[in-house]
Structures are given as structure tokens and as C-alpha cells.
């Protein structure tokens, strides 16, 4: 195949050369066609019509190497601080080879940080220069430590990226930077944070393409799947999340509220930020700003008529209260709630608080989540396992395995051992007995001997997933821990 057309040339007439042939999109202009043409000469070459979801992918594909492509690391380029300006308007991130090198490096690291599915860069000044990690697979990894880039500008063309004041330097700010890859939606959550040696920049980055995850494709056993499409079928009541930053909160609770019946009944959300768009959903975005926080949102859309309410969070007291007041006149109220177990939760709800009559009667479930590193199937390794290993498995009412698997590393997993995550789930359903042990103030120890068994806590099912052959031992207790 002849040279690729230049990334703008091919992305604003909608056609694309692929080693496959030319792929035309439902918008493919008269000038595309014959600038194709003209390169391709007498050449034979298939053509492949597309919609707009399948050129975008292929544009994507195309243009991921090259000239358009790299290794997001910067070592190519050099500096020139006279040259360094910025570019006066947003770019697709594929685009840019006329660029100024701080901006071809910024593009390089969000470019990689997408393709490598990464959930935030980090961009640390130090001593030294500048540091940048990504979090992959919920562990951070180096991808540039360099003593000769200019680092205010590179915080500079980030904030102006995200909106943010470059000229106030010792506040923390937050913005967000609407980008696009290939085609692909990519929305990242910007903060800023003074520093001894600079500003440091944290991205949360967020892939819109990849679509909701149905409930089937979360990592549920069979019996929790059933429980949890019963709890989402309750009429009224609380149903929380819990668990730490990045275990998954939001995209269980989207699952779930995928099993409402949007035809009939109304269901509004109230988020920080709006993670995804759910046709047939009512969304809304807090800004705390301008003083629509999460406590004041849910206060108007009970005045909007729903019958199902998503709220991102409960941080507070007064959206604690409200929330329970909402699930006591008849609605159904999903939310996150930071706690280290489903029965820390209502520990939780009661620090925030909540009554103990209150929290029985509203509260309807709560699952608590984790995700932990899968092995990489091509290189993990078999090892024997130990009297102490067994008493532990013994201790949570698993079954030890003949041997446990350990991490090794492989081409295929870039050397760590693992490859993608998978989540565990420990789900307490509020019934009858335990609604009777929050009622009279009991401790959480005596309401976990009520709701759980050992084997159903996070502890006892990511051993389970260990005995499967799925995770290490070592990642297990590096999440989880061995909490009895």
C-alpha cells in the first residue's frame, strides 16, 4: 500500500489507506476519492464501505504507528524553548506532526496512556526534572524520567489543555480535557497540586467508546448475579457500593441500573462527573461551585418525579439523611459509599449520622468490591503450597489447592506477570435477622457473624479466585489482605 494520507487529510473526508485496502466512511467527499486516486494510480485495490463506528476504527488502527504513532516516552524529541509554543486550537491526538515538541511529548503521553488503558498519568516534577507514570491495571509504572524537558511549560500546555489558571501557581485547581483518539471519546479529570518543585498534574482518564459493561461481564458468581438483579428489582430502599478509588463502584452501579425498566419508570442520576451517557436516563453533573452538590441535587430530583435516583457519592451527613429520606417515600436510591466492607458501610452510615432505625429500615444491600490482577495464562508458574497458605484457605472455609500459581512475566504480558483484572464481590443482603441486629446498635463484628459467612467475604472469594488458578496469592493479600 502507498504512503498513508496525512491524519486531518483522511479523518475530515473519511477515507483511509489500510494495508486491507480503502476504507470509506458514510460521509467520504469527491476530493478524498480523488486524491486516492491519484496516489494509487492503476493499482488494483478492494474497497470497503464502513458506518461511522467501523471508519473510526479503522482510522484509529491505521494511524496508531507511524508518524502519527511512537512509544509516548519523548526520547526523540528535543527542546527548544524558543519553539515552544502552544497550539491555538484542540487536536485529535493523532494528529500532530507539525507540532511544537512540548506539545508532540503531551500528545505522546496521553496517546499512550489511552492505548495502554491506563486509568491516570501522573506528571511529577522533582529535582531531578520530570517524572510521568501511568496506573495501569491499578499499579503505577514509569514511562519517562528526563533532567532536560522544560516542566513549567509541559504543566502550562496541560492547564491550558484543561482550562485551568496558568497563572495561579499556588492553589490546586480541577478541569477536564475532552480529547479524542482515532475516533475513540476520551475524557480525562485534571488536578492540579502545588509542589516543592512545580506544579504536579494527575489525570483520571476515561474511555466513553468502551461502552457499559452488562452485569454478566463483571466477574459475578451465579448467585451473587441473582441476588443482585433481586436487590436492583426492589421498588424502594438504598442500594450502596462500597469499596477504595478506582475497585469499580461506578460501573457496578451503571450495570444495575441497566436493569431498570427505563420505559416505565423515570430514573435520574446525579454524578461528579457523568462517567457515561444512558439513553433513556436523566443525568446530571454536581458543581460544587456554584453550590449544586451532590446533597442539593438529590434534594431537586425529588421534586423531578423519579422512581429510580443514582447519586455519584455520599460524602456527607446532609446527602446521607436525604437519601434515606428518599428511599422512605418510595424510591429506589443507588450510591458509593467509601468503606473498607458491605458491614463497614453501615458502620459508616452510622458515623455519618444516621439513625440505627433509619439505616434498617432503607437499607437494602450493599456490595463491596475489589479488583485484583489476573495472571498472564501464557507465563504463570506452579509452585507447591505451604502449611501456613493452607490454614489460611482453611481459616475462610476454602478448599486449598493443590498448588498455587505466581506471577513470572512474558512478551505477551510486557514482562508482569499479569494481564487484565478481574473483580470480587462481597454482597450483604439486609434481611429480616439483620435488620433487627442494626435496629439495636450492635457492633460490626456481631452484625458480620449475622450477614456473612467466611467464605463470602472479599478475603474468602479472592482466595477463591487463587485456588482457581486466576490470581496469585501475592496479589490477593496485596488488596484484599488476610482480614478475618
Do not use: W
Not at 368 to 396: M, V, W, Y
Amino acid at each position: 500500500m502507498t504512503e498513508r494520507l496525512p491524519f486531518a487529510f483522511a479523518q475530515d473526508q473519511q477515507i483511509v489507506l489500510t494495508d486491507q485496502g480503502v476504507v470509506l466512511g458514510p460521509k467520504v467527499t469527491h476530493l478524498g476519492l480523488r486524491e486516492v486516486q491519484r496516489r494509487l494510480g492503476a493499482a488494483e485495490f478492494d474497497v470497503i464501505e464502513a458506518d461511522q463506528i467501523g471508519f473510526d476504527a479503522a482510522l484509529s488502527d491505521a494511524y496508531r504507528g507511524g508518524e502519527a504513532g511512537g512509544d509516548g516516552t519523548g526520547d526523540d524529541i528535543s527542546f527548544n524553548l524558543e519553539e515552544a509554543e502552544f497550539a491555538r486550537r484542540q487536536r485529535d491526538l493523532l494528529d500532530e506532526p507539525g507540532d511544537a515538541p512540548v506539545i508532540q511529548l503531551v500528545n505522546q503521553l496521553l496517546r499512550r496512556a489511552v492505548q495502554d488503558n491506563a486509568s491516570d498519568l501522573h506528571i511529577e516534577p522533582h529535582e531531578g526534572g520530570l517524572q510521568v507514570r501511568m496506573r495501569i491495571d491499578g499499579v503505577l509504572q514509569q514511562v519517562l524520567d528526563r533532567p532536560d524537558v522544560p516542566v513549567k511549560r509541559i504543566v502550562s500546555r496541560l492547564k491550558v489543555m484543561a482550562g485551568l489558571d496558568i497563572a495561579e501557581t499556588r492553589l490546586p485547581q480541577d478541569g477536564r480535557i475532552p480529547l479524542s483518539l482515532g475516533g475513540r471519546v476520551i475524557d480525562t479529570r485534571v488536578s492540579s497540586l502545588p509542589g516543592h518543585y512545580g506544579e504536579r498534574i494527575v489525570l483520571r482518564i476515561l474511555d466513553r467508546s468502551t461502552g457499559l459493561m452488562p452485569l454478566v461481564d463483571l466477574g459475578l458468581s451465579e448467585n451473587q448475579e441473582t441476588l443482585l438483579r433481586r436487590l436492583a428489582a426492589f421498588p424502594n430502599g438504598v442500594i450502596l457500593a462500597t469499596g477504595p478509588t478506582g475497585a469499580g463502584k461506578t460501573t457496578t452501579l451503571y450495570s444495575l441500573l441497566q436493569l431498570a425498566d427505563r420505559a416505565t419508570r423515570n430514573i435520574v442520576t446525579v454524578e461528579d462527573p457523568i462517567e457515561y451517557d444512558l439513553p433513556g436516563v436523566s443525568q446530571s453533573q454536581i458543581n460544587s461551585d456554584i453550590g449544586m452538590t451532590f446533597a442539593a441535587g438529590l434534594r431537586a430530583t425529588l421534586r423531578q418525579d423519579p422512581d429510580v435516583i443514582l447519586v455519584g457519592e455520599i460524602r456527607d451527613s446532609e446527602t446521607a439523611n436525604t437519601a434515606a429520606q428518599a428511599a422512605l417515600t418510595g424510591h429506589l436510591v443507588f450510591s458509593s459509599l467509601h468503606a473498607n466492607s458491605s458491614v463497614g458501610a453501615i458502620v459508616r452510615l452510622r458515623d455519618l449520622g444516621l439513625e440505627n432505625f433509619l439505616i434498617a429500615a432503607t437499607l437494602r444491600g450493599v456490595i463491596a468490591q475489589r479488583l485484583l490482577r489476573k495472571l498472564c495464562p501464557e507465563c504463570r508458574t506452579a509452585g507447591p503450597i505451604s502449611n501456613d497458605d493452607k490454614a489460611l484457605f482453611a481459616r475462610h472455609d476454602v478448599a486449598p489447592p493443590a498448588q498455587l500459581y505466581h506471577a513470572k512475566g512474558c512478551d505477551a504480558c510486557s514482562m508482569t506477570g499479569h494481564a487484565g483484572r478481574m473483580g470480587i464481590f462481597e454482597i450483604t443482603e439486609v434481611t429480616e435477622n439483620l435488620r433487627e441486629a442494626i435496629d439495636r446498635g450492635e457492633s460490626e463484628s456481631a452484625i458480620k457473624a449475622v450477614a456473612l459467612s467466611q467464605r463470602d467475604t472479599l478475603t474468602g472469594q479472592s482466595l477463591q479466585a487463587v485456588a482457581q488458578g486466576r490470581v496469585s496469592l501475592a496479589e490477593a493479600q496485596r488488596i484484599v489482605g488476610d482480614v478475618t
